[in-house]
Nanobody
Framework: QVQLVESGGGLVQPGGSLRLSCAASGINFSLYPMAWYRQAPGKERELVARISSVRTTNYADSVKGRFIIFRDNAENTVYLQMNSLKPEDAAVYSC???????WGQGTQVTVSS
C-alpha cells in the first residue's frame, strides 16, 4: 500500500529555515505529482506547493520566494525547503500524492521566538 512518511518538522525562530522530507513507498514515485499542504489550528488545509512528475512547480502566494519544493526520484522523496519562516507559517505540514488521496501523517512546524 502507499505510505508517505514526513520528517523534519520542529521549532524554529522567525527568520529561520527548516527542510521537510516525505519518503514515499508503494507507488511508482517518479510518475506522480507530489504536494505539500499545511493546516493551522482553526484554519482550513491549504496547498503550499506542488511539483509535477517533470518538476514543474507551483506555490501558494504566501510562500512564493521563501519555500522551495523539489524531489529526488532515486530516493522516492519530496522535500520542502522553508526559508525566512514567519509565525504564520506554523502548522501541521503533510505531503500528498497530488490528486490521488494519499496522505502522510503530518509533521508539526512551530515558528516562535
Amino acid at each position: 500500500q502507499v505510505q508517505l512518511v514526513e520528517s523534519g518538522g520542529g521549532l524554529v525562530q522567525p527568520g529561520g529555515s527548516l527542510r521537510l522530507s516525505c519518503a514515499a513507498s508503494g507507488i511508482n514515485f517518479s510518475l506522480y505529482p507530489m504536494a505539500w499542504y499545511r493546516q493551522a489550528p482553526g484554519k482550513e488545509r491549504e496547498l503550499v506547493a506542488r511539483i509535477s512528475s517533470v518538476r514543474t512547480t507551483n506555490y501558494a502566494d504566501s510562500v512564493k520566494g521563501r519555500f522551495i519544493i523539489f524531489r529526488d526520484n532515486a530516493e522516492n522523496t519530496v522535500y520542502l525547503q522553508m526559508n525566512s519562516l514567519k509565525p504564520e507559517d506554523a502548522a501541521v505540514y503533510s505531503c500528498s500524492v497530488y490528486g490521488r488521496g494519499y496522505w502522510g501523517q503530518g509533521t508539526q512546524v512551530t515558528v516562535s521566538s
